[in-house]
């Protein structure tokens, strides 16, 4: 069964909205677990609009789980990831001014640069995953890094998917039969969803991981958090 990581921002996000400690991340991440889930991402920025340093600071003695923390690896989050030494660490090339993750690594391009940082994550027992568009040079870039893994962005997918066209869906299984031939573990995230987790988790073969914060906390409005983690949980058997 594939591993449902959920990423808990949007949590912290409305913590912040009115500041004190409400709702307490650390309860919700702890609930999450009880509730089924396999893991907890977290996606520090420098402006610590929603997760906070100290956030996942704090998270470490909380999530008993896999415990994921993305982030463009400027140095302040390079020293904060070797400080917690989590379960896996996602490097995402994110803008400081970004909305949310919009790219994938162009793994050709910055090859040095990544591998410098990856081997320095290995050394400190950090698994290491690697943010990439479907597309095939990318993958094949991600291995010669010497990542363990890649996390396939997929607001593609899910914006085809939602206008009624599972061709998007190509470029992602070509991607993760590529992957699974060069040895690299897949994870996957962006935009999934109830409504098109089933299908994207059928169609990628080996898929390891997925990671999904703003859809899943937003159906647990209506849903209740505890049903949604399991109906992911379901979906993704």
């Known amino acids: 069964m594939t591993k449902l990581s959920v990423n808990i921002n949007k949590i912290a996000t409305l913590r912040n909205a009115r500041g004190g400690n409400v709702p307490d991340l650390l309860k919700v991440a702890t609930d999450i677990q009880k509730f089924g889930a396999e893991g907890i991402t977290i996606h520090p920025r420098p402006d610590e609009r929603h997760i906070r340093y100290q956030d996942a600071r704090d998270l470490k003695s909380i999530v008993y789980t896999e415990y994921n923390i993305e982030g463009n690896p400027e140095k302040t989050f390079i020293d904060l990831v070797l400080e917690i030494k989590p379960t896996q660490v996602t490097l995402v090339p994110d803008a400081i001014d970004a909305i949310t993750s919009n790219a994938g690594w162009d793994t050709i391009k910055h090859a040095a640069y990544l591998t410098e940082i990856v081997q320095e994550f290995q050394r400190n027992g950090i698994r290491t995953s690697i943010f990439v568009d479907p597309v095939l040079e990318m993958i094949e870039g991600a291995k010669k890094i010497g990542t363990e893994r890649i996390e396939l962005y ?36 962006h935009d999934l969803s109830l409504d098109n987790i089933q299908f994207f988790k059928q169609n990628i073969p080996g898929l390891l991981e997925v990671s999904i914060g703003h859809a899943l906390i937003s159906e647990a409005i209506y849903l209740g958090l505890d049903n949604v983690v399991n109906m992911y949980l379901q979906k993704l058997k």
């Open 154 to 189: 997929t607001e593609a997918f899910a914006h085809q998917y939602s206008l009624g066209n599972p061709d998007g869906i190509k470029p992602y299984t070509e991607s993760a039969i590529l992957a699974n031939e060069l040895g690299l573990g897949i994870n996957a995230g």
